[in-house]
């Protein structure tokens, strides 16, 4: 089956490419391009589909660059192609051939270039990360690189919508804490509940970095289940593990 890869115009003619689920190799609960290594998928599978990845993005697999994500404001930058995967939860370079990519499940996938520099960057953004400050992190690490704020562009990929994320007061208080002007991402839910949205507080964050031309691509992980895997649908439907989606990016 052939791969479907969700671009952003935004990005320009940078190659990048947000893979949703559909063109892998695994099969069962992770039917399709799984491409986490941390899951419990078969291990040789998981290499093939992220193969897959490297060919179209035109680079050796070797040079699919990944992190051990830890839901981190760490950033690392690369400037070789490496075995190593760090703990960080963004990566930043300006060496040609190289693909950043970055596995979510809900959490925002967000790519970077400054395509007149020759930097760009990718980074896994959940609410922690968000809130924690990964995305100014990564363009701070950008710009020790040569790139230039206004010149850098951002596209956030497919990730958990408003509608299907239910939180509690709890979760809230984690971000008004911060600065109550925060309140704006959550609305009203059953009881208690609120539903917070993510993607537009990933926005305010590119923006407060300087970063004024960032999209978010509009599709929903949790409510396209043929196109996307989701952690939290998992739980929801109680299945043992889930899949990682796949952005890459590359000069």
């Given at each position: 089956m052939t791969l479907e890869i969700l671009t952003c115009g935004i990005l320009g003619e940078t190659r990048h490419g947000f893979?949703?689920?559909?063109?892998?190799?695994?099969?069962g609960i992770f039917d399709g391009l799984n491409c986490g290594a941390g899951s419990s998928d078969q291990s040789e599978v998981v290499s093939i589909n992220r193969a897959r990845v490297a060919e179209?993005?035109?680079?050796?697999?070797?040079?699919?660059?990944?992190?051990?994500?830890?839901?981190?404001?760490?950033?690392i930058t690369?400037?070789?192609?490496s075995t190593l995967r760090?703990?960080?939860?963004?990566?930043?370079?300006?060496t040609p051939g190289i693909a950043l990519s970055v596995l979510s499940a809900d959490c925002q996938p967000v790519l970077?270039?400054?395509?007149?520099?020759?930097?760009?960057?990718?980074?896994?953004?959940?609410?922690?990360?968000?809130?924690?400050?990964?995305?100014?992190?990564?363009?701070?690490?950008?710009i020790a690189?040569?790139?230039?704020?206004?010149?850098?562009?951002?596209?956030?990929?497919?990730?958990?919508?408003?509608?299907?994320?239910?939180?509690?007061?709890?979760?809230?208080?984690?971000?008004?804490?911060?600065?109550?002007?925060?309140?704006?991402?959550?609305?009203?839910?059953e009881g208690d509940?609120?539903?917070f949205d993510l993607p537009a507080f990933g926005l305010k964050c590119l923006r407060a970095t300087g970063i004024s031309d960032c999209e978010w691509t509009r599709h929903c992980?949790?409510?396209?289940?043929?196109?996307?895997?989701?952690?939290?649908?998992?739980?929801h439907h109680k299945e043992a593990d889930y899949g990682r989606l796949i952005a890459a990016i590359t000069l």
């Open positions: 893979f949703t689920r559909k063109g892998g190799a695994s099969s179209a993005m035109k680079v050796p697999a070797a040079n699919l660059m990944g992190a051990h994500q830890i839901h981190s404001a760490d950033v690369i400037n070789e192609p760090p703990q960080a939860d963004a990566l930043v370079t300006a970077f270039a400054d395509a007149k520099a020759g930097v760009i960057g990718a980074a896994h953004a959940g609410w922690k990360g968000a809130l924690d400050g990964v995305l100014d992190e990564t363009v701070e690490a950008m690189l040569g790139a230039t704020r206004e010149n850098i562009y951002a596209a956030i990929g497919p990730c958990i919508s408003q509608r299907a994320y239910e939180v509690g007061p709890e979760f809230m208080d984690n971000f008004t804490d911060k600065d109550p002007e925060n309140a704006r991402f959550f609305a009203g839910g509940r609120l539903q992980t949790y409510s396209e289940p043929a196109r996307f895997y989701s952690y939290r649908r998992s739980v």
